[in-house]
């Protein structure tokens, strides 16, 4: 069964974490304060979110848009090319999101 088929049960749901995290489970640094706002592409509408985050390989951004867990979004950061995403979770008004590609960041 691909990806999108598995996810597809987790859209719009919260899986509330039994414990919290004992230590960083993260493969790259996240940084913050590097970039202030991005542009979402969305169902075809775009949103200037502020970024939370960022790291080599995804984002976390502040919005009021409800994705599925899996959905593709365009990410356009200021003087960047555009880089398609897609949506890794959903909680509180926040979303992380994952790069289809690793970005150099600099």
Known sequence: MGMYKRNLGLAGTIIPRSEPRQF????EERH???VDRAVITFRAQDYVVPVINISTRGTMVECDIAPRIGEAVIVQFENCT???AFVR??????LGLNFGH?????
């Open 24 to 27: 960083n489970q993260r493969s």
């Open 89 to 94: 979770w959903v909680r509180e008004g926040r």
């Open 102 to 106: 690793e970005i150099v960041l600099g």
């Open 82 to 84: 555009r880089i398609h």
């Open 32 to 34: 913050e304060g590097l």
